[in-house]
């Protein structure tokens, strides 16, 4: 029985989250899918993520893809050491759409049925924070909390992190703009870190003003009202790009969808390479923004935020 760990969008607060400010995310219906099978012999191996061409995942992928299986081994204890799992995935790995964290989900979800460990989601939760540490040093907790429980989350970091549920009518409509450039979410957190050092009175106002607009989108969202969500979005880039994490690459994108009406425009996740996101609740206008960025040459994915896996 196959594994499925969903992607995420981050609708607002990449960065900010790492600092304990609240975020909003939403899972999409990308997704990373892990299937088993028994060997009699020869250890367990696992394949890079299929993408539709074979692809390595991020430059050293493989390395860490060992690293992952035994973080997960070592959490569930599962003594079985011949098998291989088959991973394959529809989302970019570019970085912003969560695909670490969708490996995590998707590898022990798998296992979870395949040895009837009988863990719960919380634990699957627990586990992939553990497997995102692999990847990068000090995450949020963002990816692997909207990977596990989907829907359209609040979130933030803390002893305990809070996660709440937003209710919204329905999945809204969203296109995902890949960059082509491959994020290293590690390196990104640790420049904003410095940045935040050099200039911490600018750092200050920019937090505050984020906390201020997190408070904003979270009522908005809730109302549904993505004509103000998306202008809170476009808020939201601007201190993105003060925080130094935006790139001509992501401008071009957020201008273009912009310009063919998309009610918001942003990066999504780490940021400078990875993926965009632009509000089109709209089928038209998704349709509309994804052909603009298309025909720029950037790949794009049609999705909804919010569904519930
Ligand atoms: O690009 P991604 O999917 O790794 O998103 C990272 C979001 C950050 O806020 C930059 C990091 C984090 O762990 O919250």
Redesign the pocket.
């Known amino acids: 029985m196959p594994g499925i760990g969903y992607g995420?969008a981050?609708l607002f607060?990449?960065?900010f989250?790492?600092y304990g400010m609240p975020?909003i995310a939403a899972s999409i219906e990308l997704n990373t899918t892990c299937t088993y099978e028994k060997k009699v012999s020869g250890g367990i191996t696992a394949n890079d993520l299929v993408t539709g061409e074979t692809i390595n995942y991020g430059e050293d992928k493989a390395k860490k893809l060992g690293q992952v299986i035994q973080v997960i081994l070592r959490e569930t204890g599962i003594k079985e050491k011949n098998f291989r799992l088959k991973l394959s995935t529809n989302m970019s790995l570019m970085?912003?759409?969560?695909?670490?964290a969708a490996l995590g989900v998707s590898i022990l979800s798998c296992l979870n049925k395949e040895f009837s460990l009988g863990i719960d989601d919380k634990r699957i939760n627990e586990i992939t924070f553990e497997v995102?540490k692999v990847f990068?040093s000090?995450?949020?907790?963002?990816?692997n909390t909207v990977s596990t429980f989907g829907g359209m989350l609040w979130f933030k970091k803390g002893a305990a992190n809070t996660v709440e549920q937003l209710q919204i009518p329905e999945p809204v409509r969203i296109v995902l703009i890949d960059t082509g450039i491959i994020?290293d979410?590690a390196e990104?957190?640790a420049k904003v870190r410095k940045q935040k050092e050099e200039n911490p009175k600018e750092f200050e106002k920019i937090f505050a003003s984020y906390s201020e607009l997190a408070l904003k989108a979270k009522n908005e969202v809730e109302k549904a009202d993505w004509k103000k969500v998306g202008s809170l979005m476009n808020k939201n880039q601007e201190l993105l790009r003060r925080i130094g994490v935006s790139s001509s690459q992501l401008e071009k994108i957020i201008e273009a969808s912009l310009e063919s009406g998309a009610l918001g425009a942003k990066l999504t996740?780490?940021?400078v390479g990875?993926n965009a996101i632009a509000l089109t609740p709209e089928k038209e206008l998704q349709e509309k923004v994804s052909k603009k960025c298309s025909a720029l040459g950037f790949k794009t994915f049609k999705v909804t935020a919010g569904i519930k896996p």
């Open positions: 995420k981050i607060g990449e960065h989250v790492v975020g970085g912003g759409m969560g695909s670490s995102e990068h000090s995450p949020s907790g963002i990816d994020n979410t990104l957190i996740g780490a940021g990875g």
